[in-house]
């Protein structure tokens, strides 16, 4: 992946995960973008409220994947890392 296609990459899971933000702080939450792999892994932090709460997984999955996968088709998975 050369550094222009990074760069769009990256602005787009941005843009998708800006989408779901104001659900995820509307709770006291927030999600941080860590890194996005050259294999199109997406590595996000979960903060604030959802970091350790018992229904983080399904806000990963259900919330800020699929999010991220309507504007990111080929997105292989999105991880949740501390």
């Given at each position: 992946m050369n550094a222009p296609e990074k760069?769009?990459?990256f602005n787009t899971?941005?843009?998708a995960i800006e989408t779901v933000r104001p659900?995820?702080?509307?709770?006291g939450g927030d999600v941080e973008l860590v890194e996005i792999t050259s294999d199109l892994v997406v590595k996000v932090r979960l903060t604030g409220a959802c970091h350790g709460c018992p229904f983080s997984v399904m806000t990963l999955k259900a919330g800020i994947e699929q999010a991220v996968?309507?504007?990111?088709?080929?997105?292989?998975?999105?991880?949740?890392?501390d």
């Open positions: 760069k769009e990459i899971v941005k843009a659900y995820l702080l509307a709770d996968r309507k504007k990111l088709p080929q997105l292989k998975e999105l991880v949740a890392v």
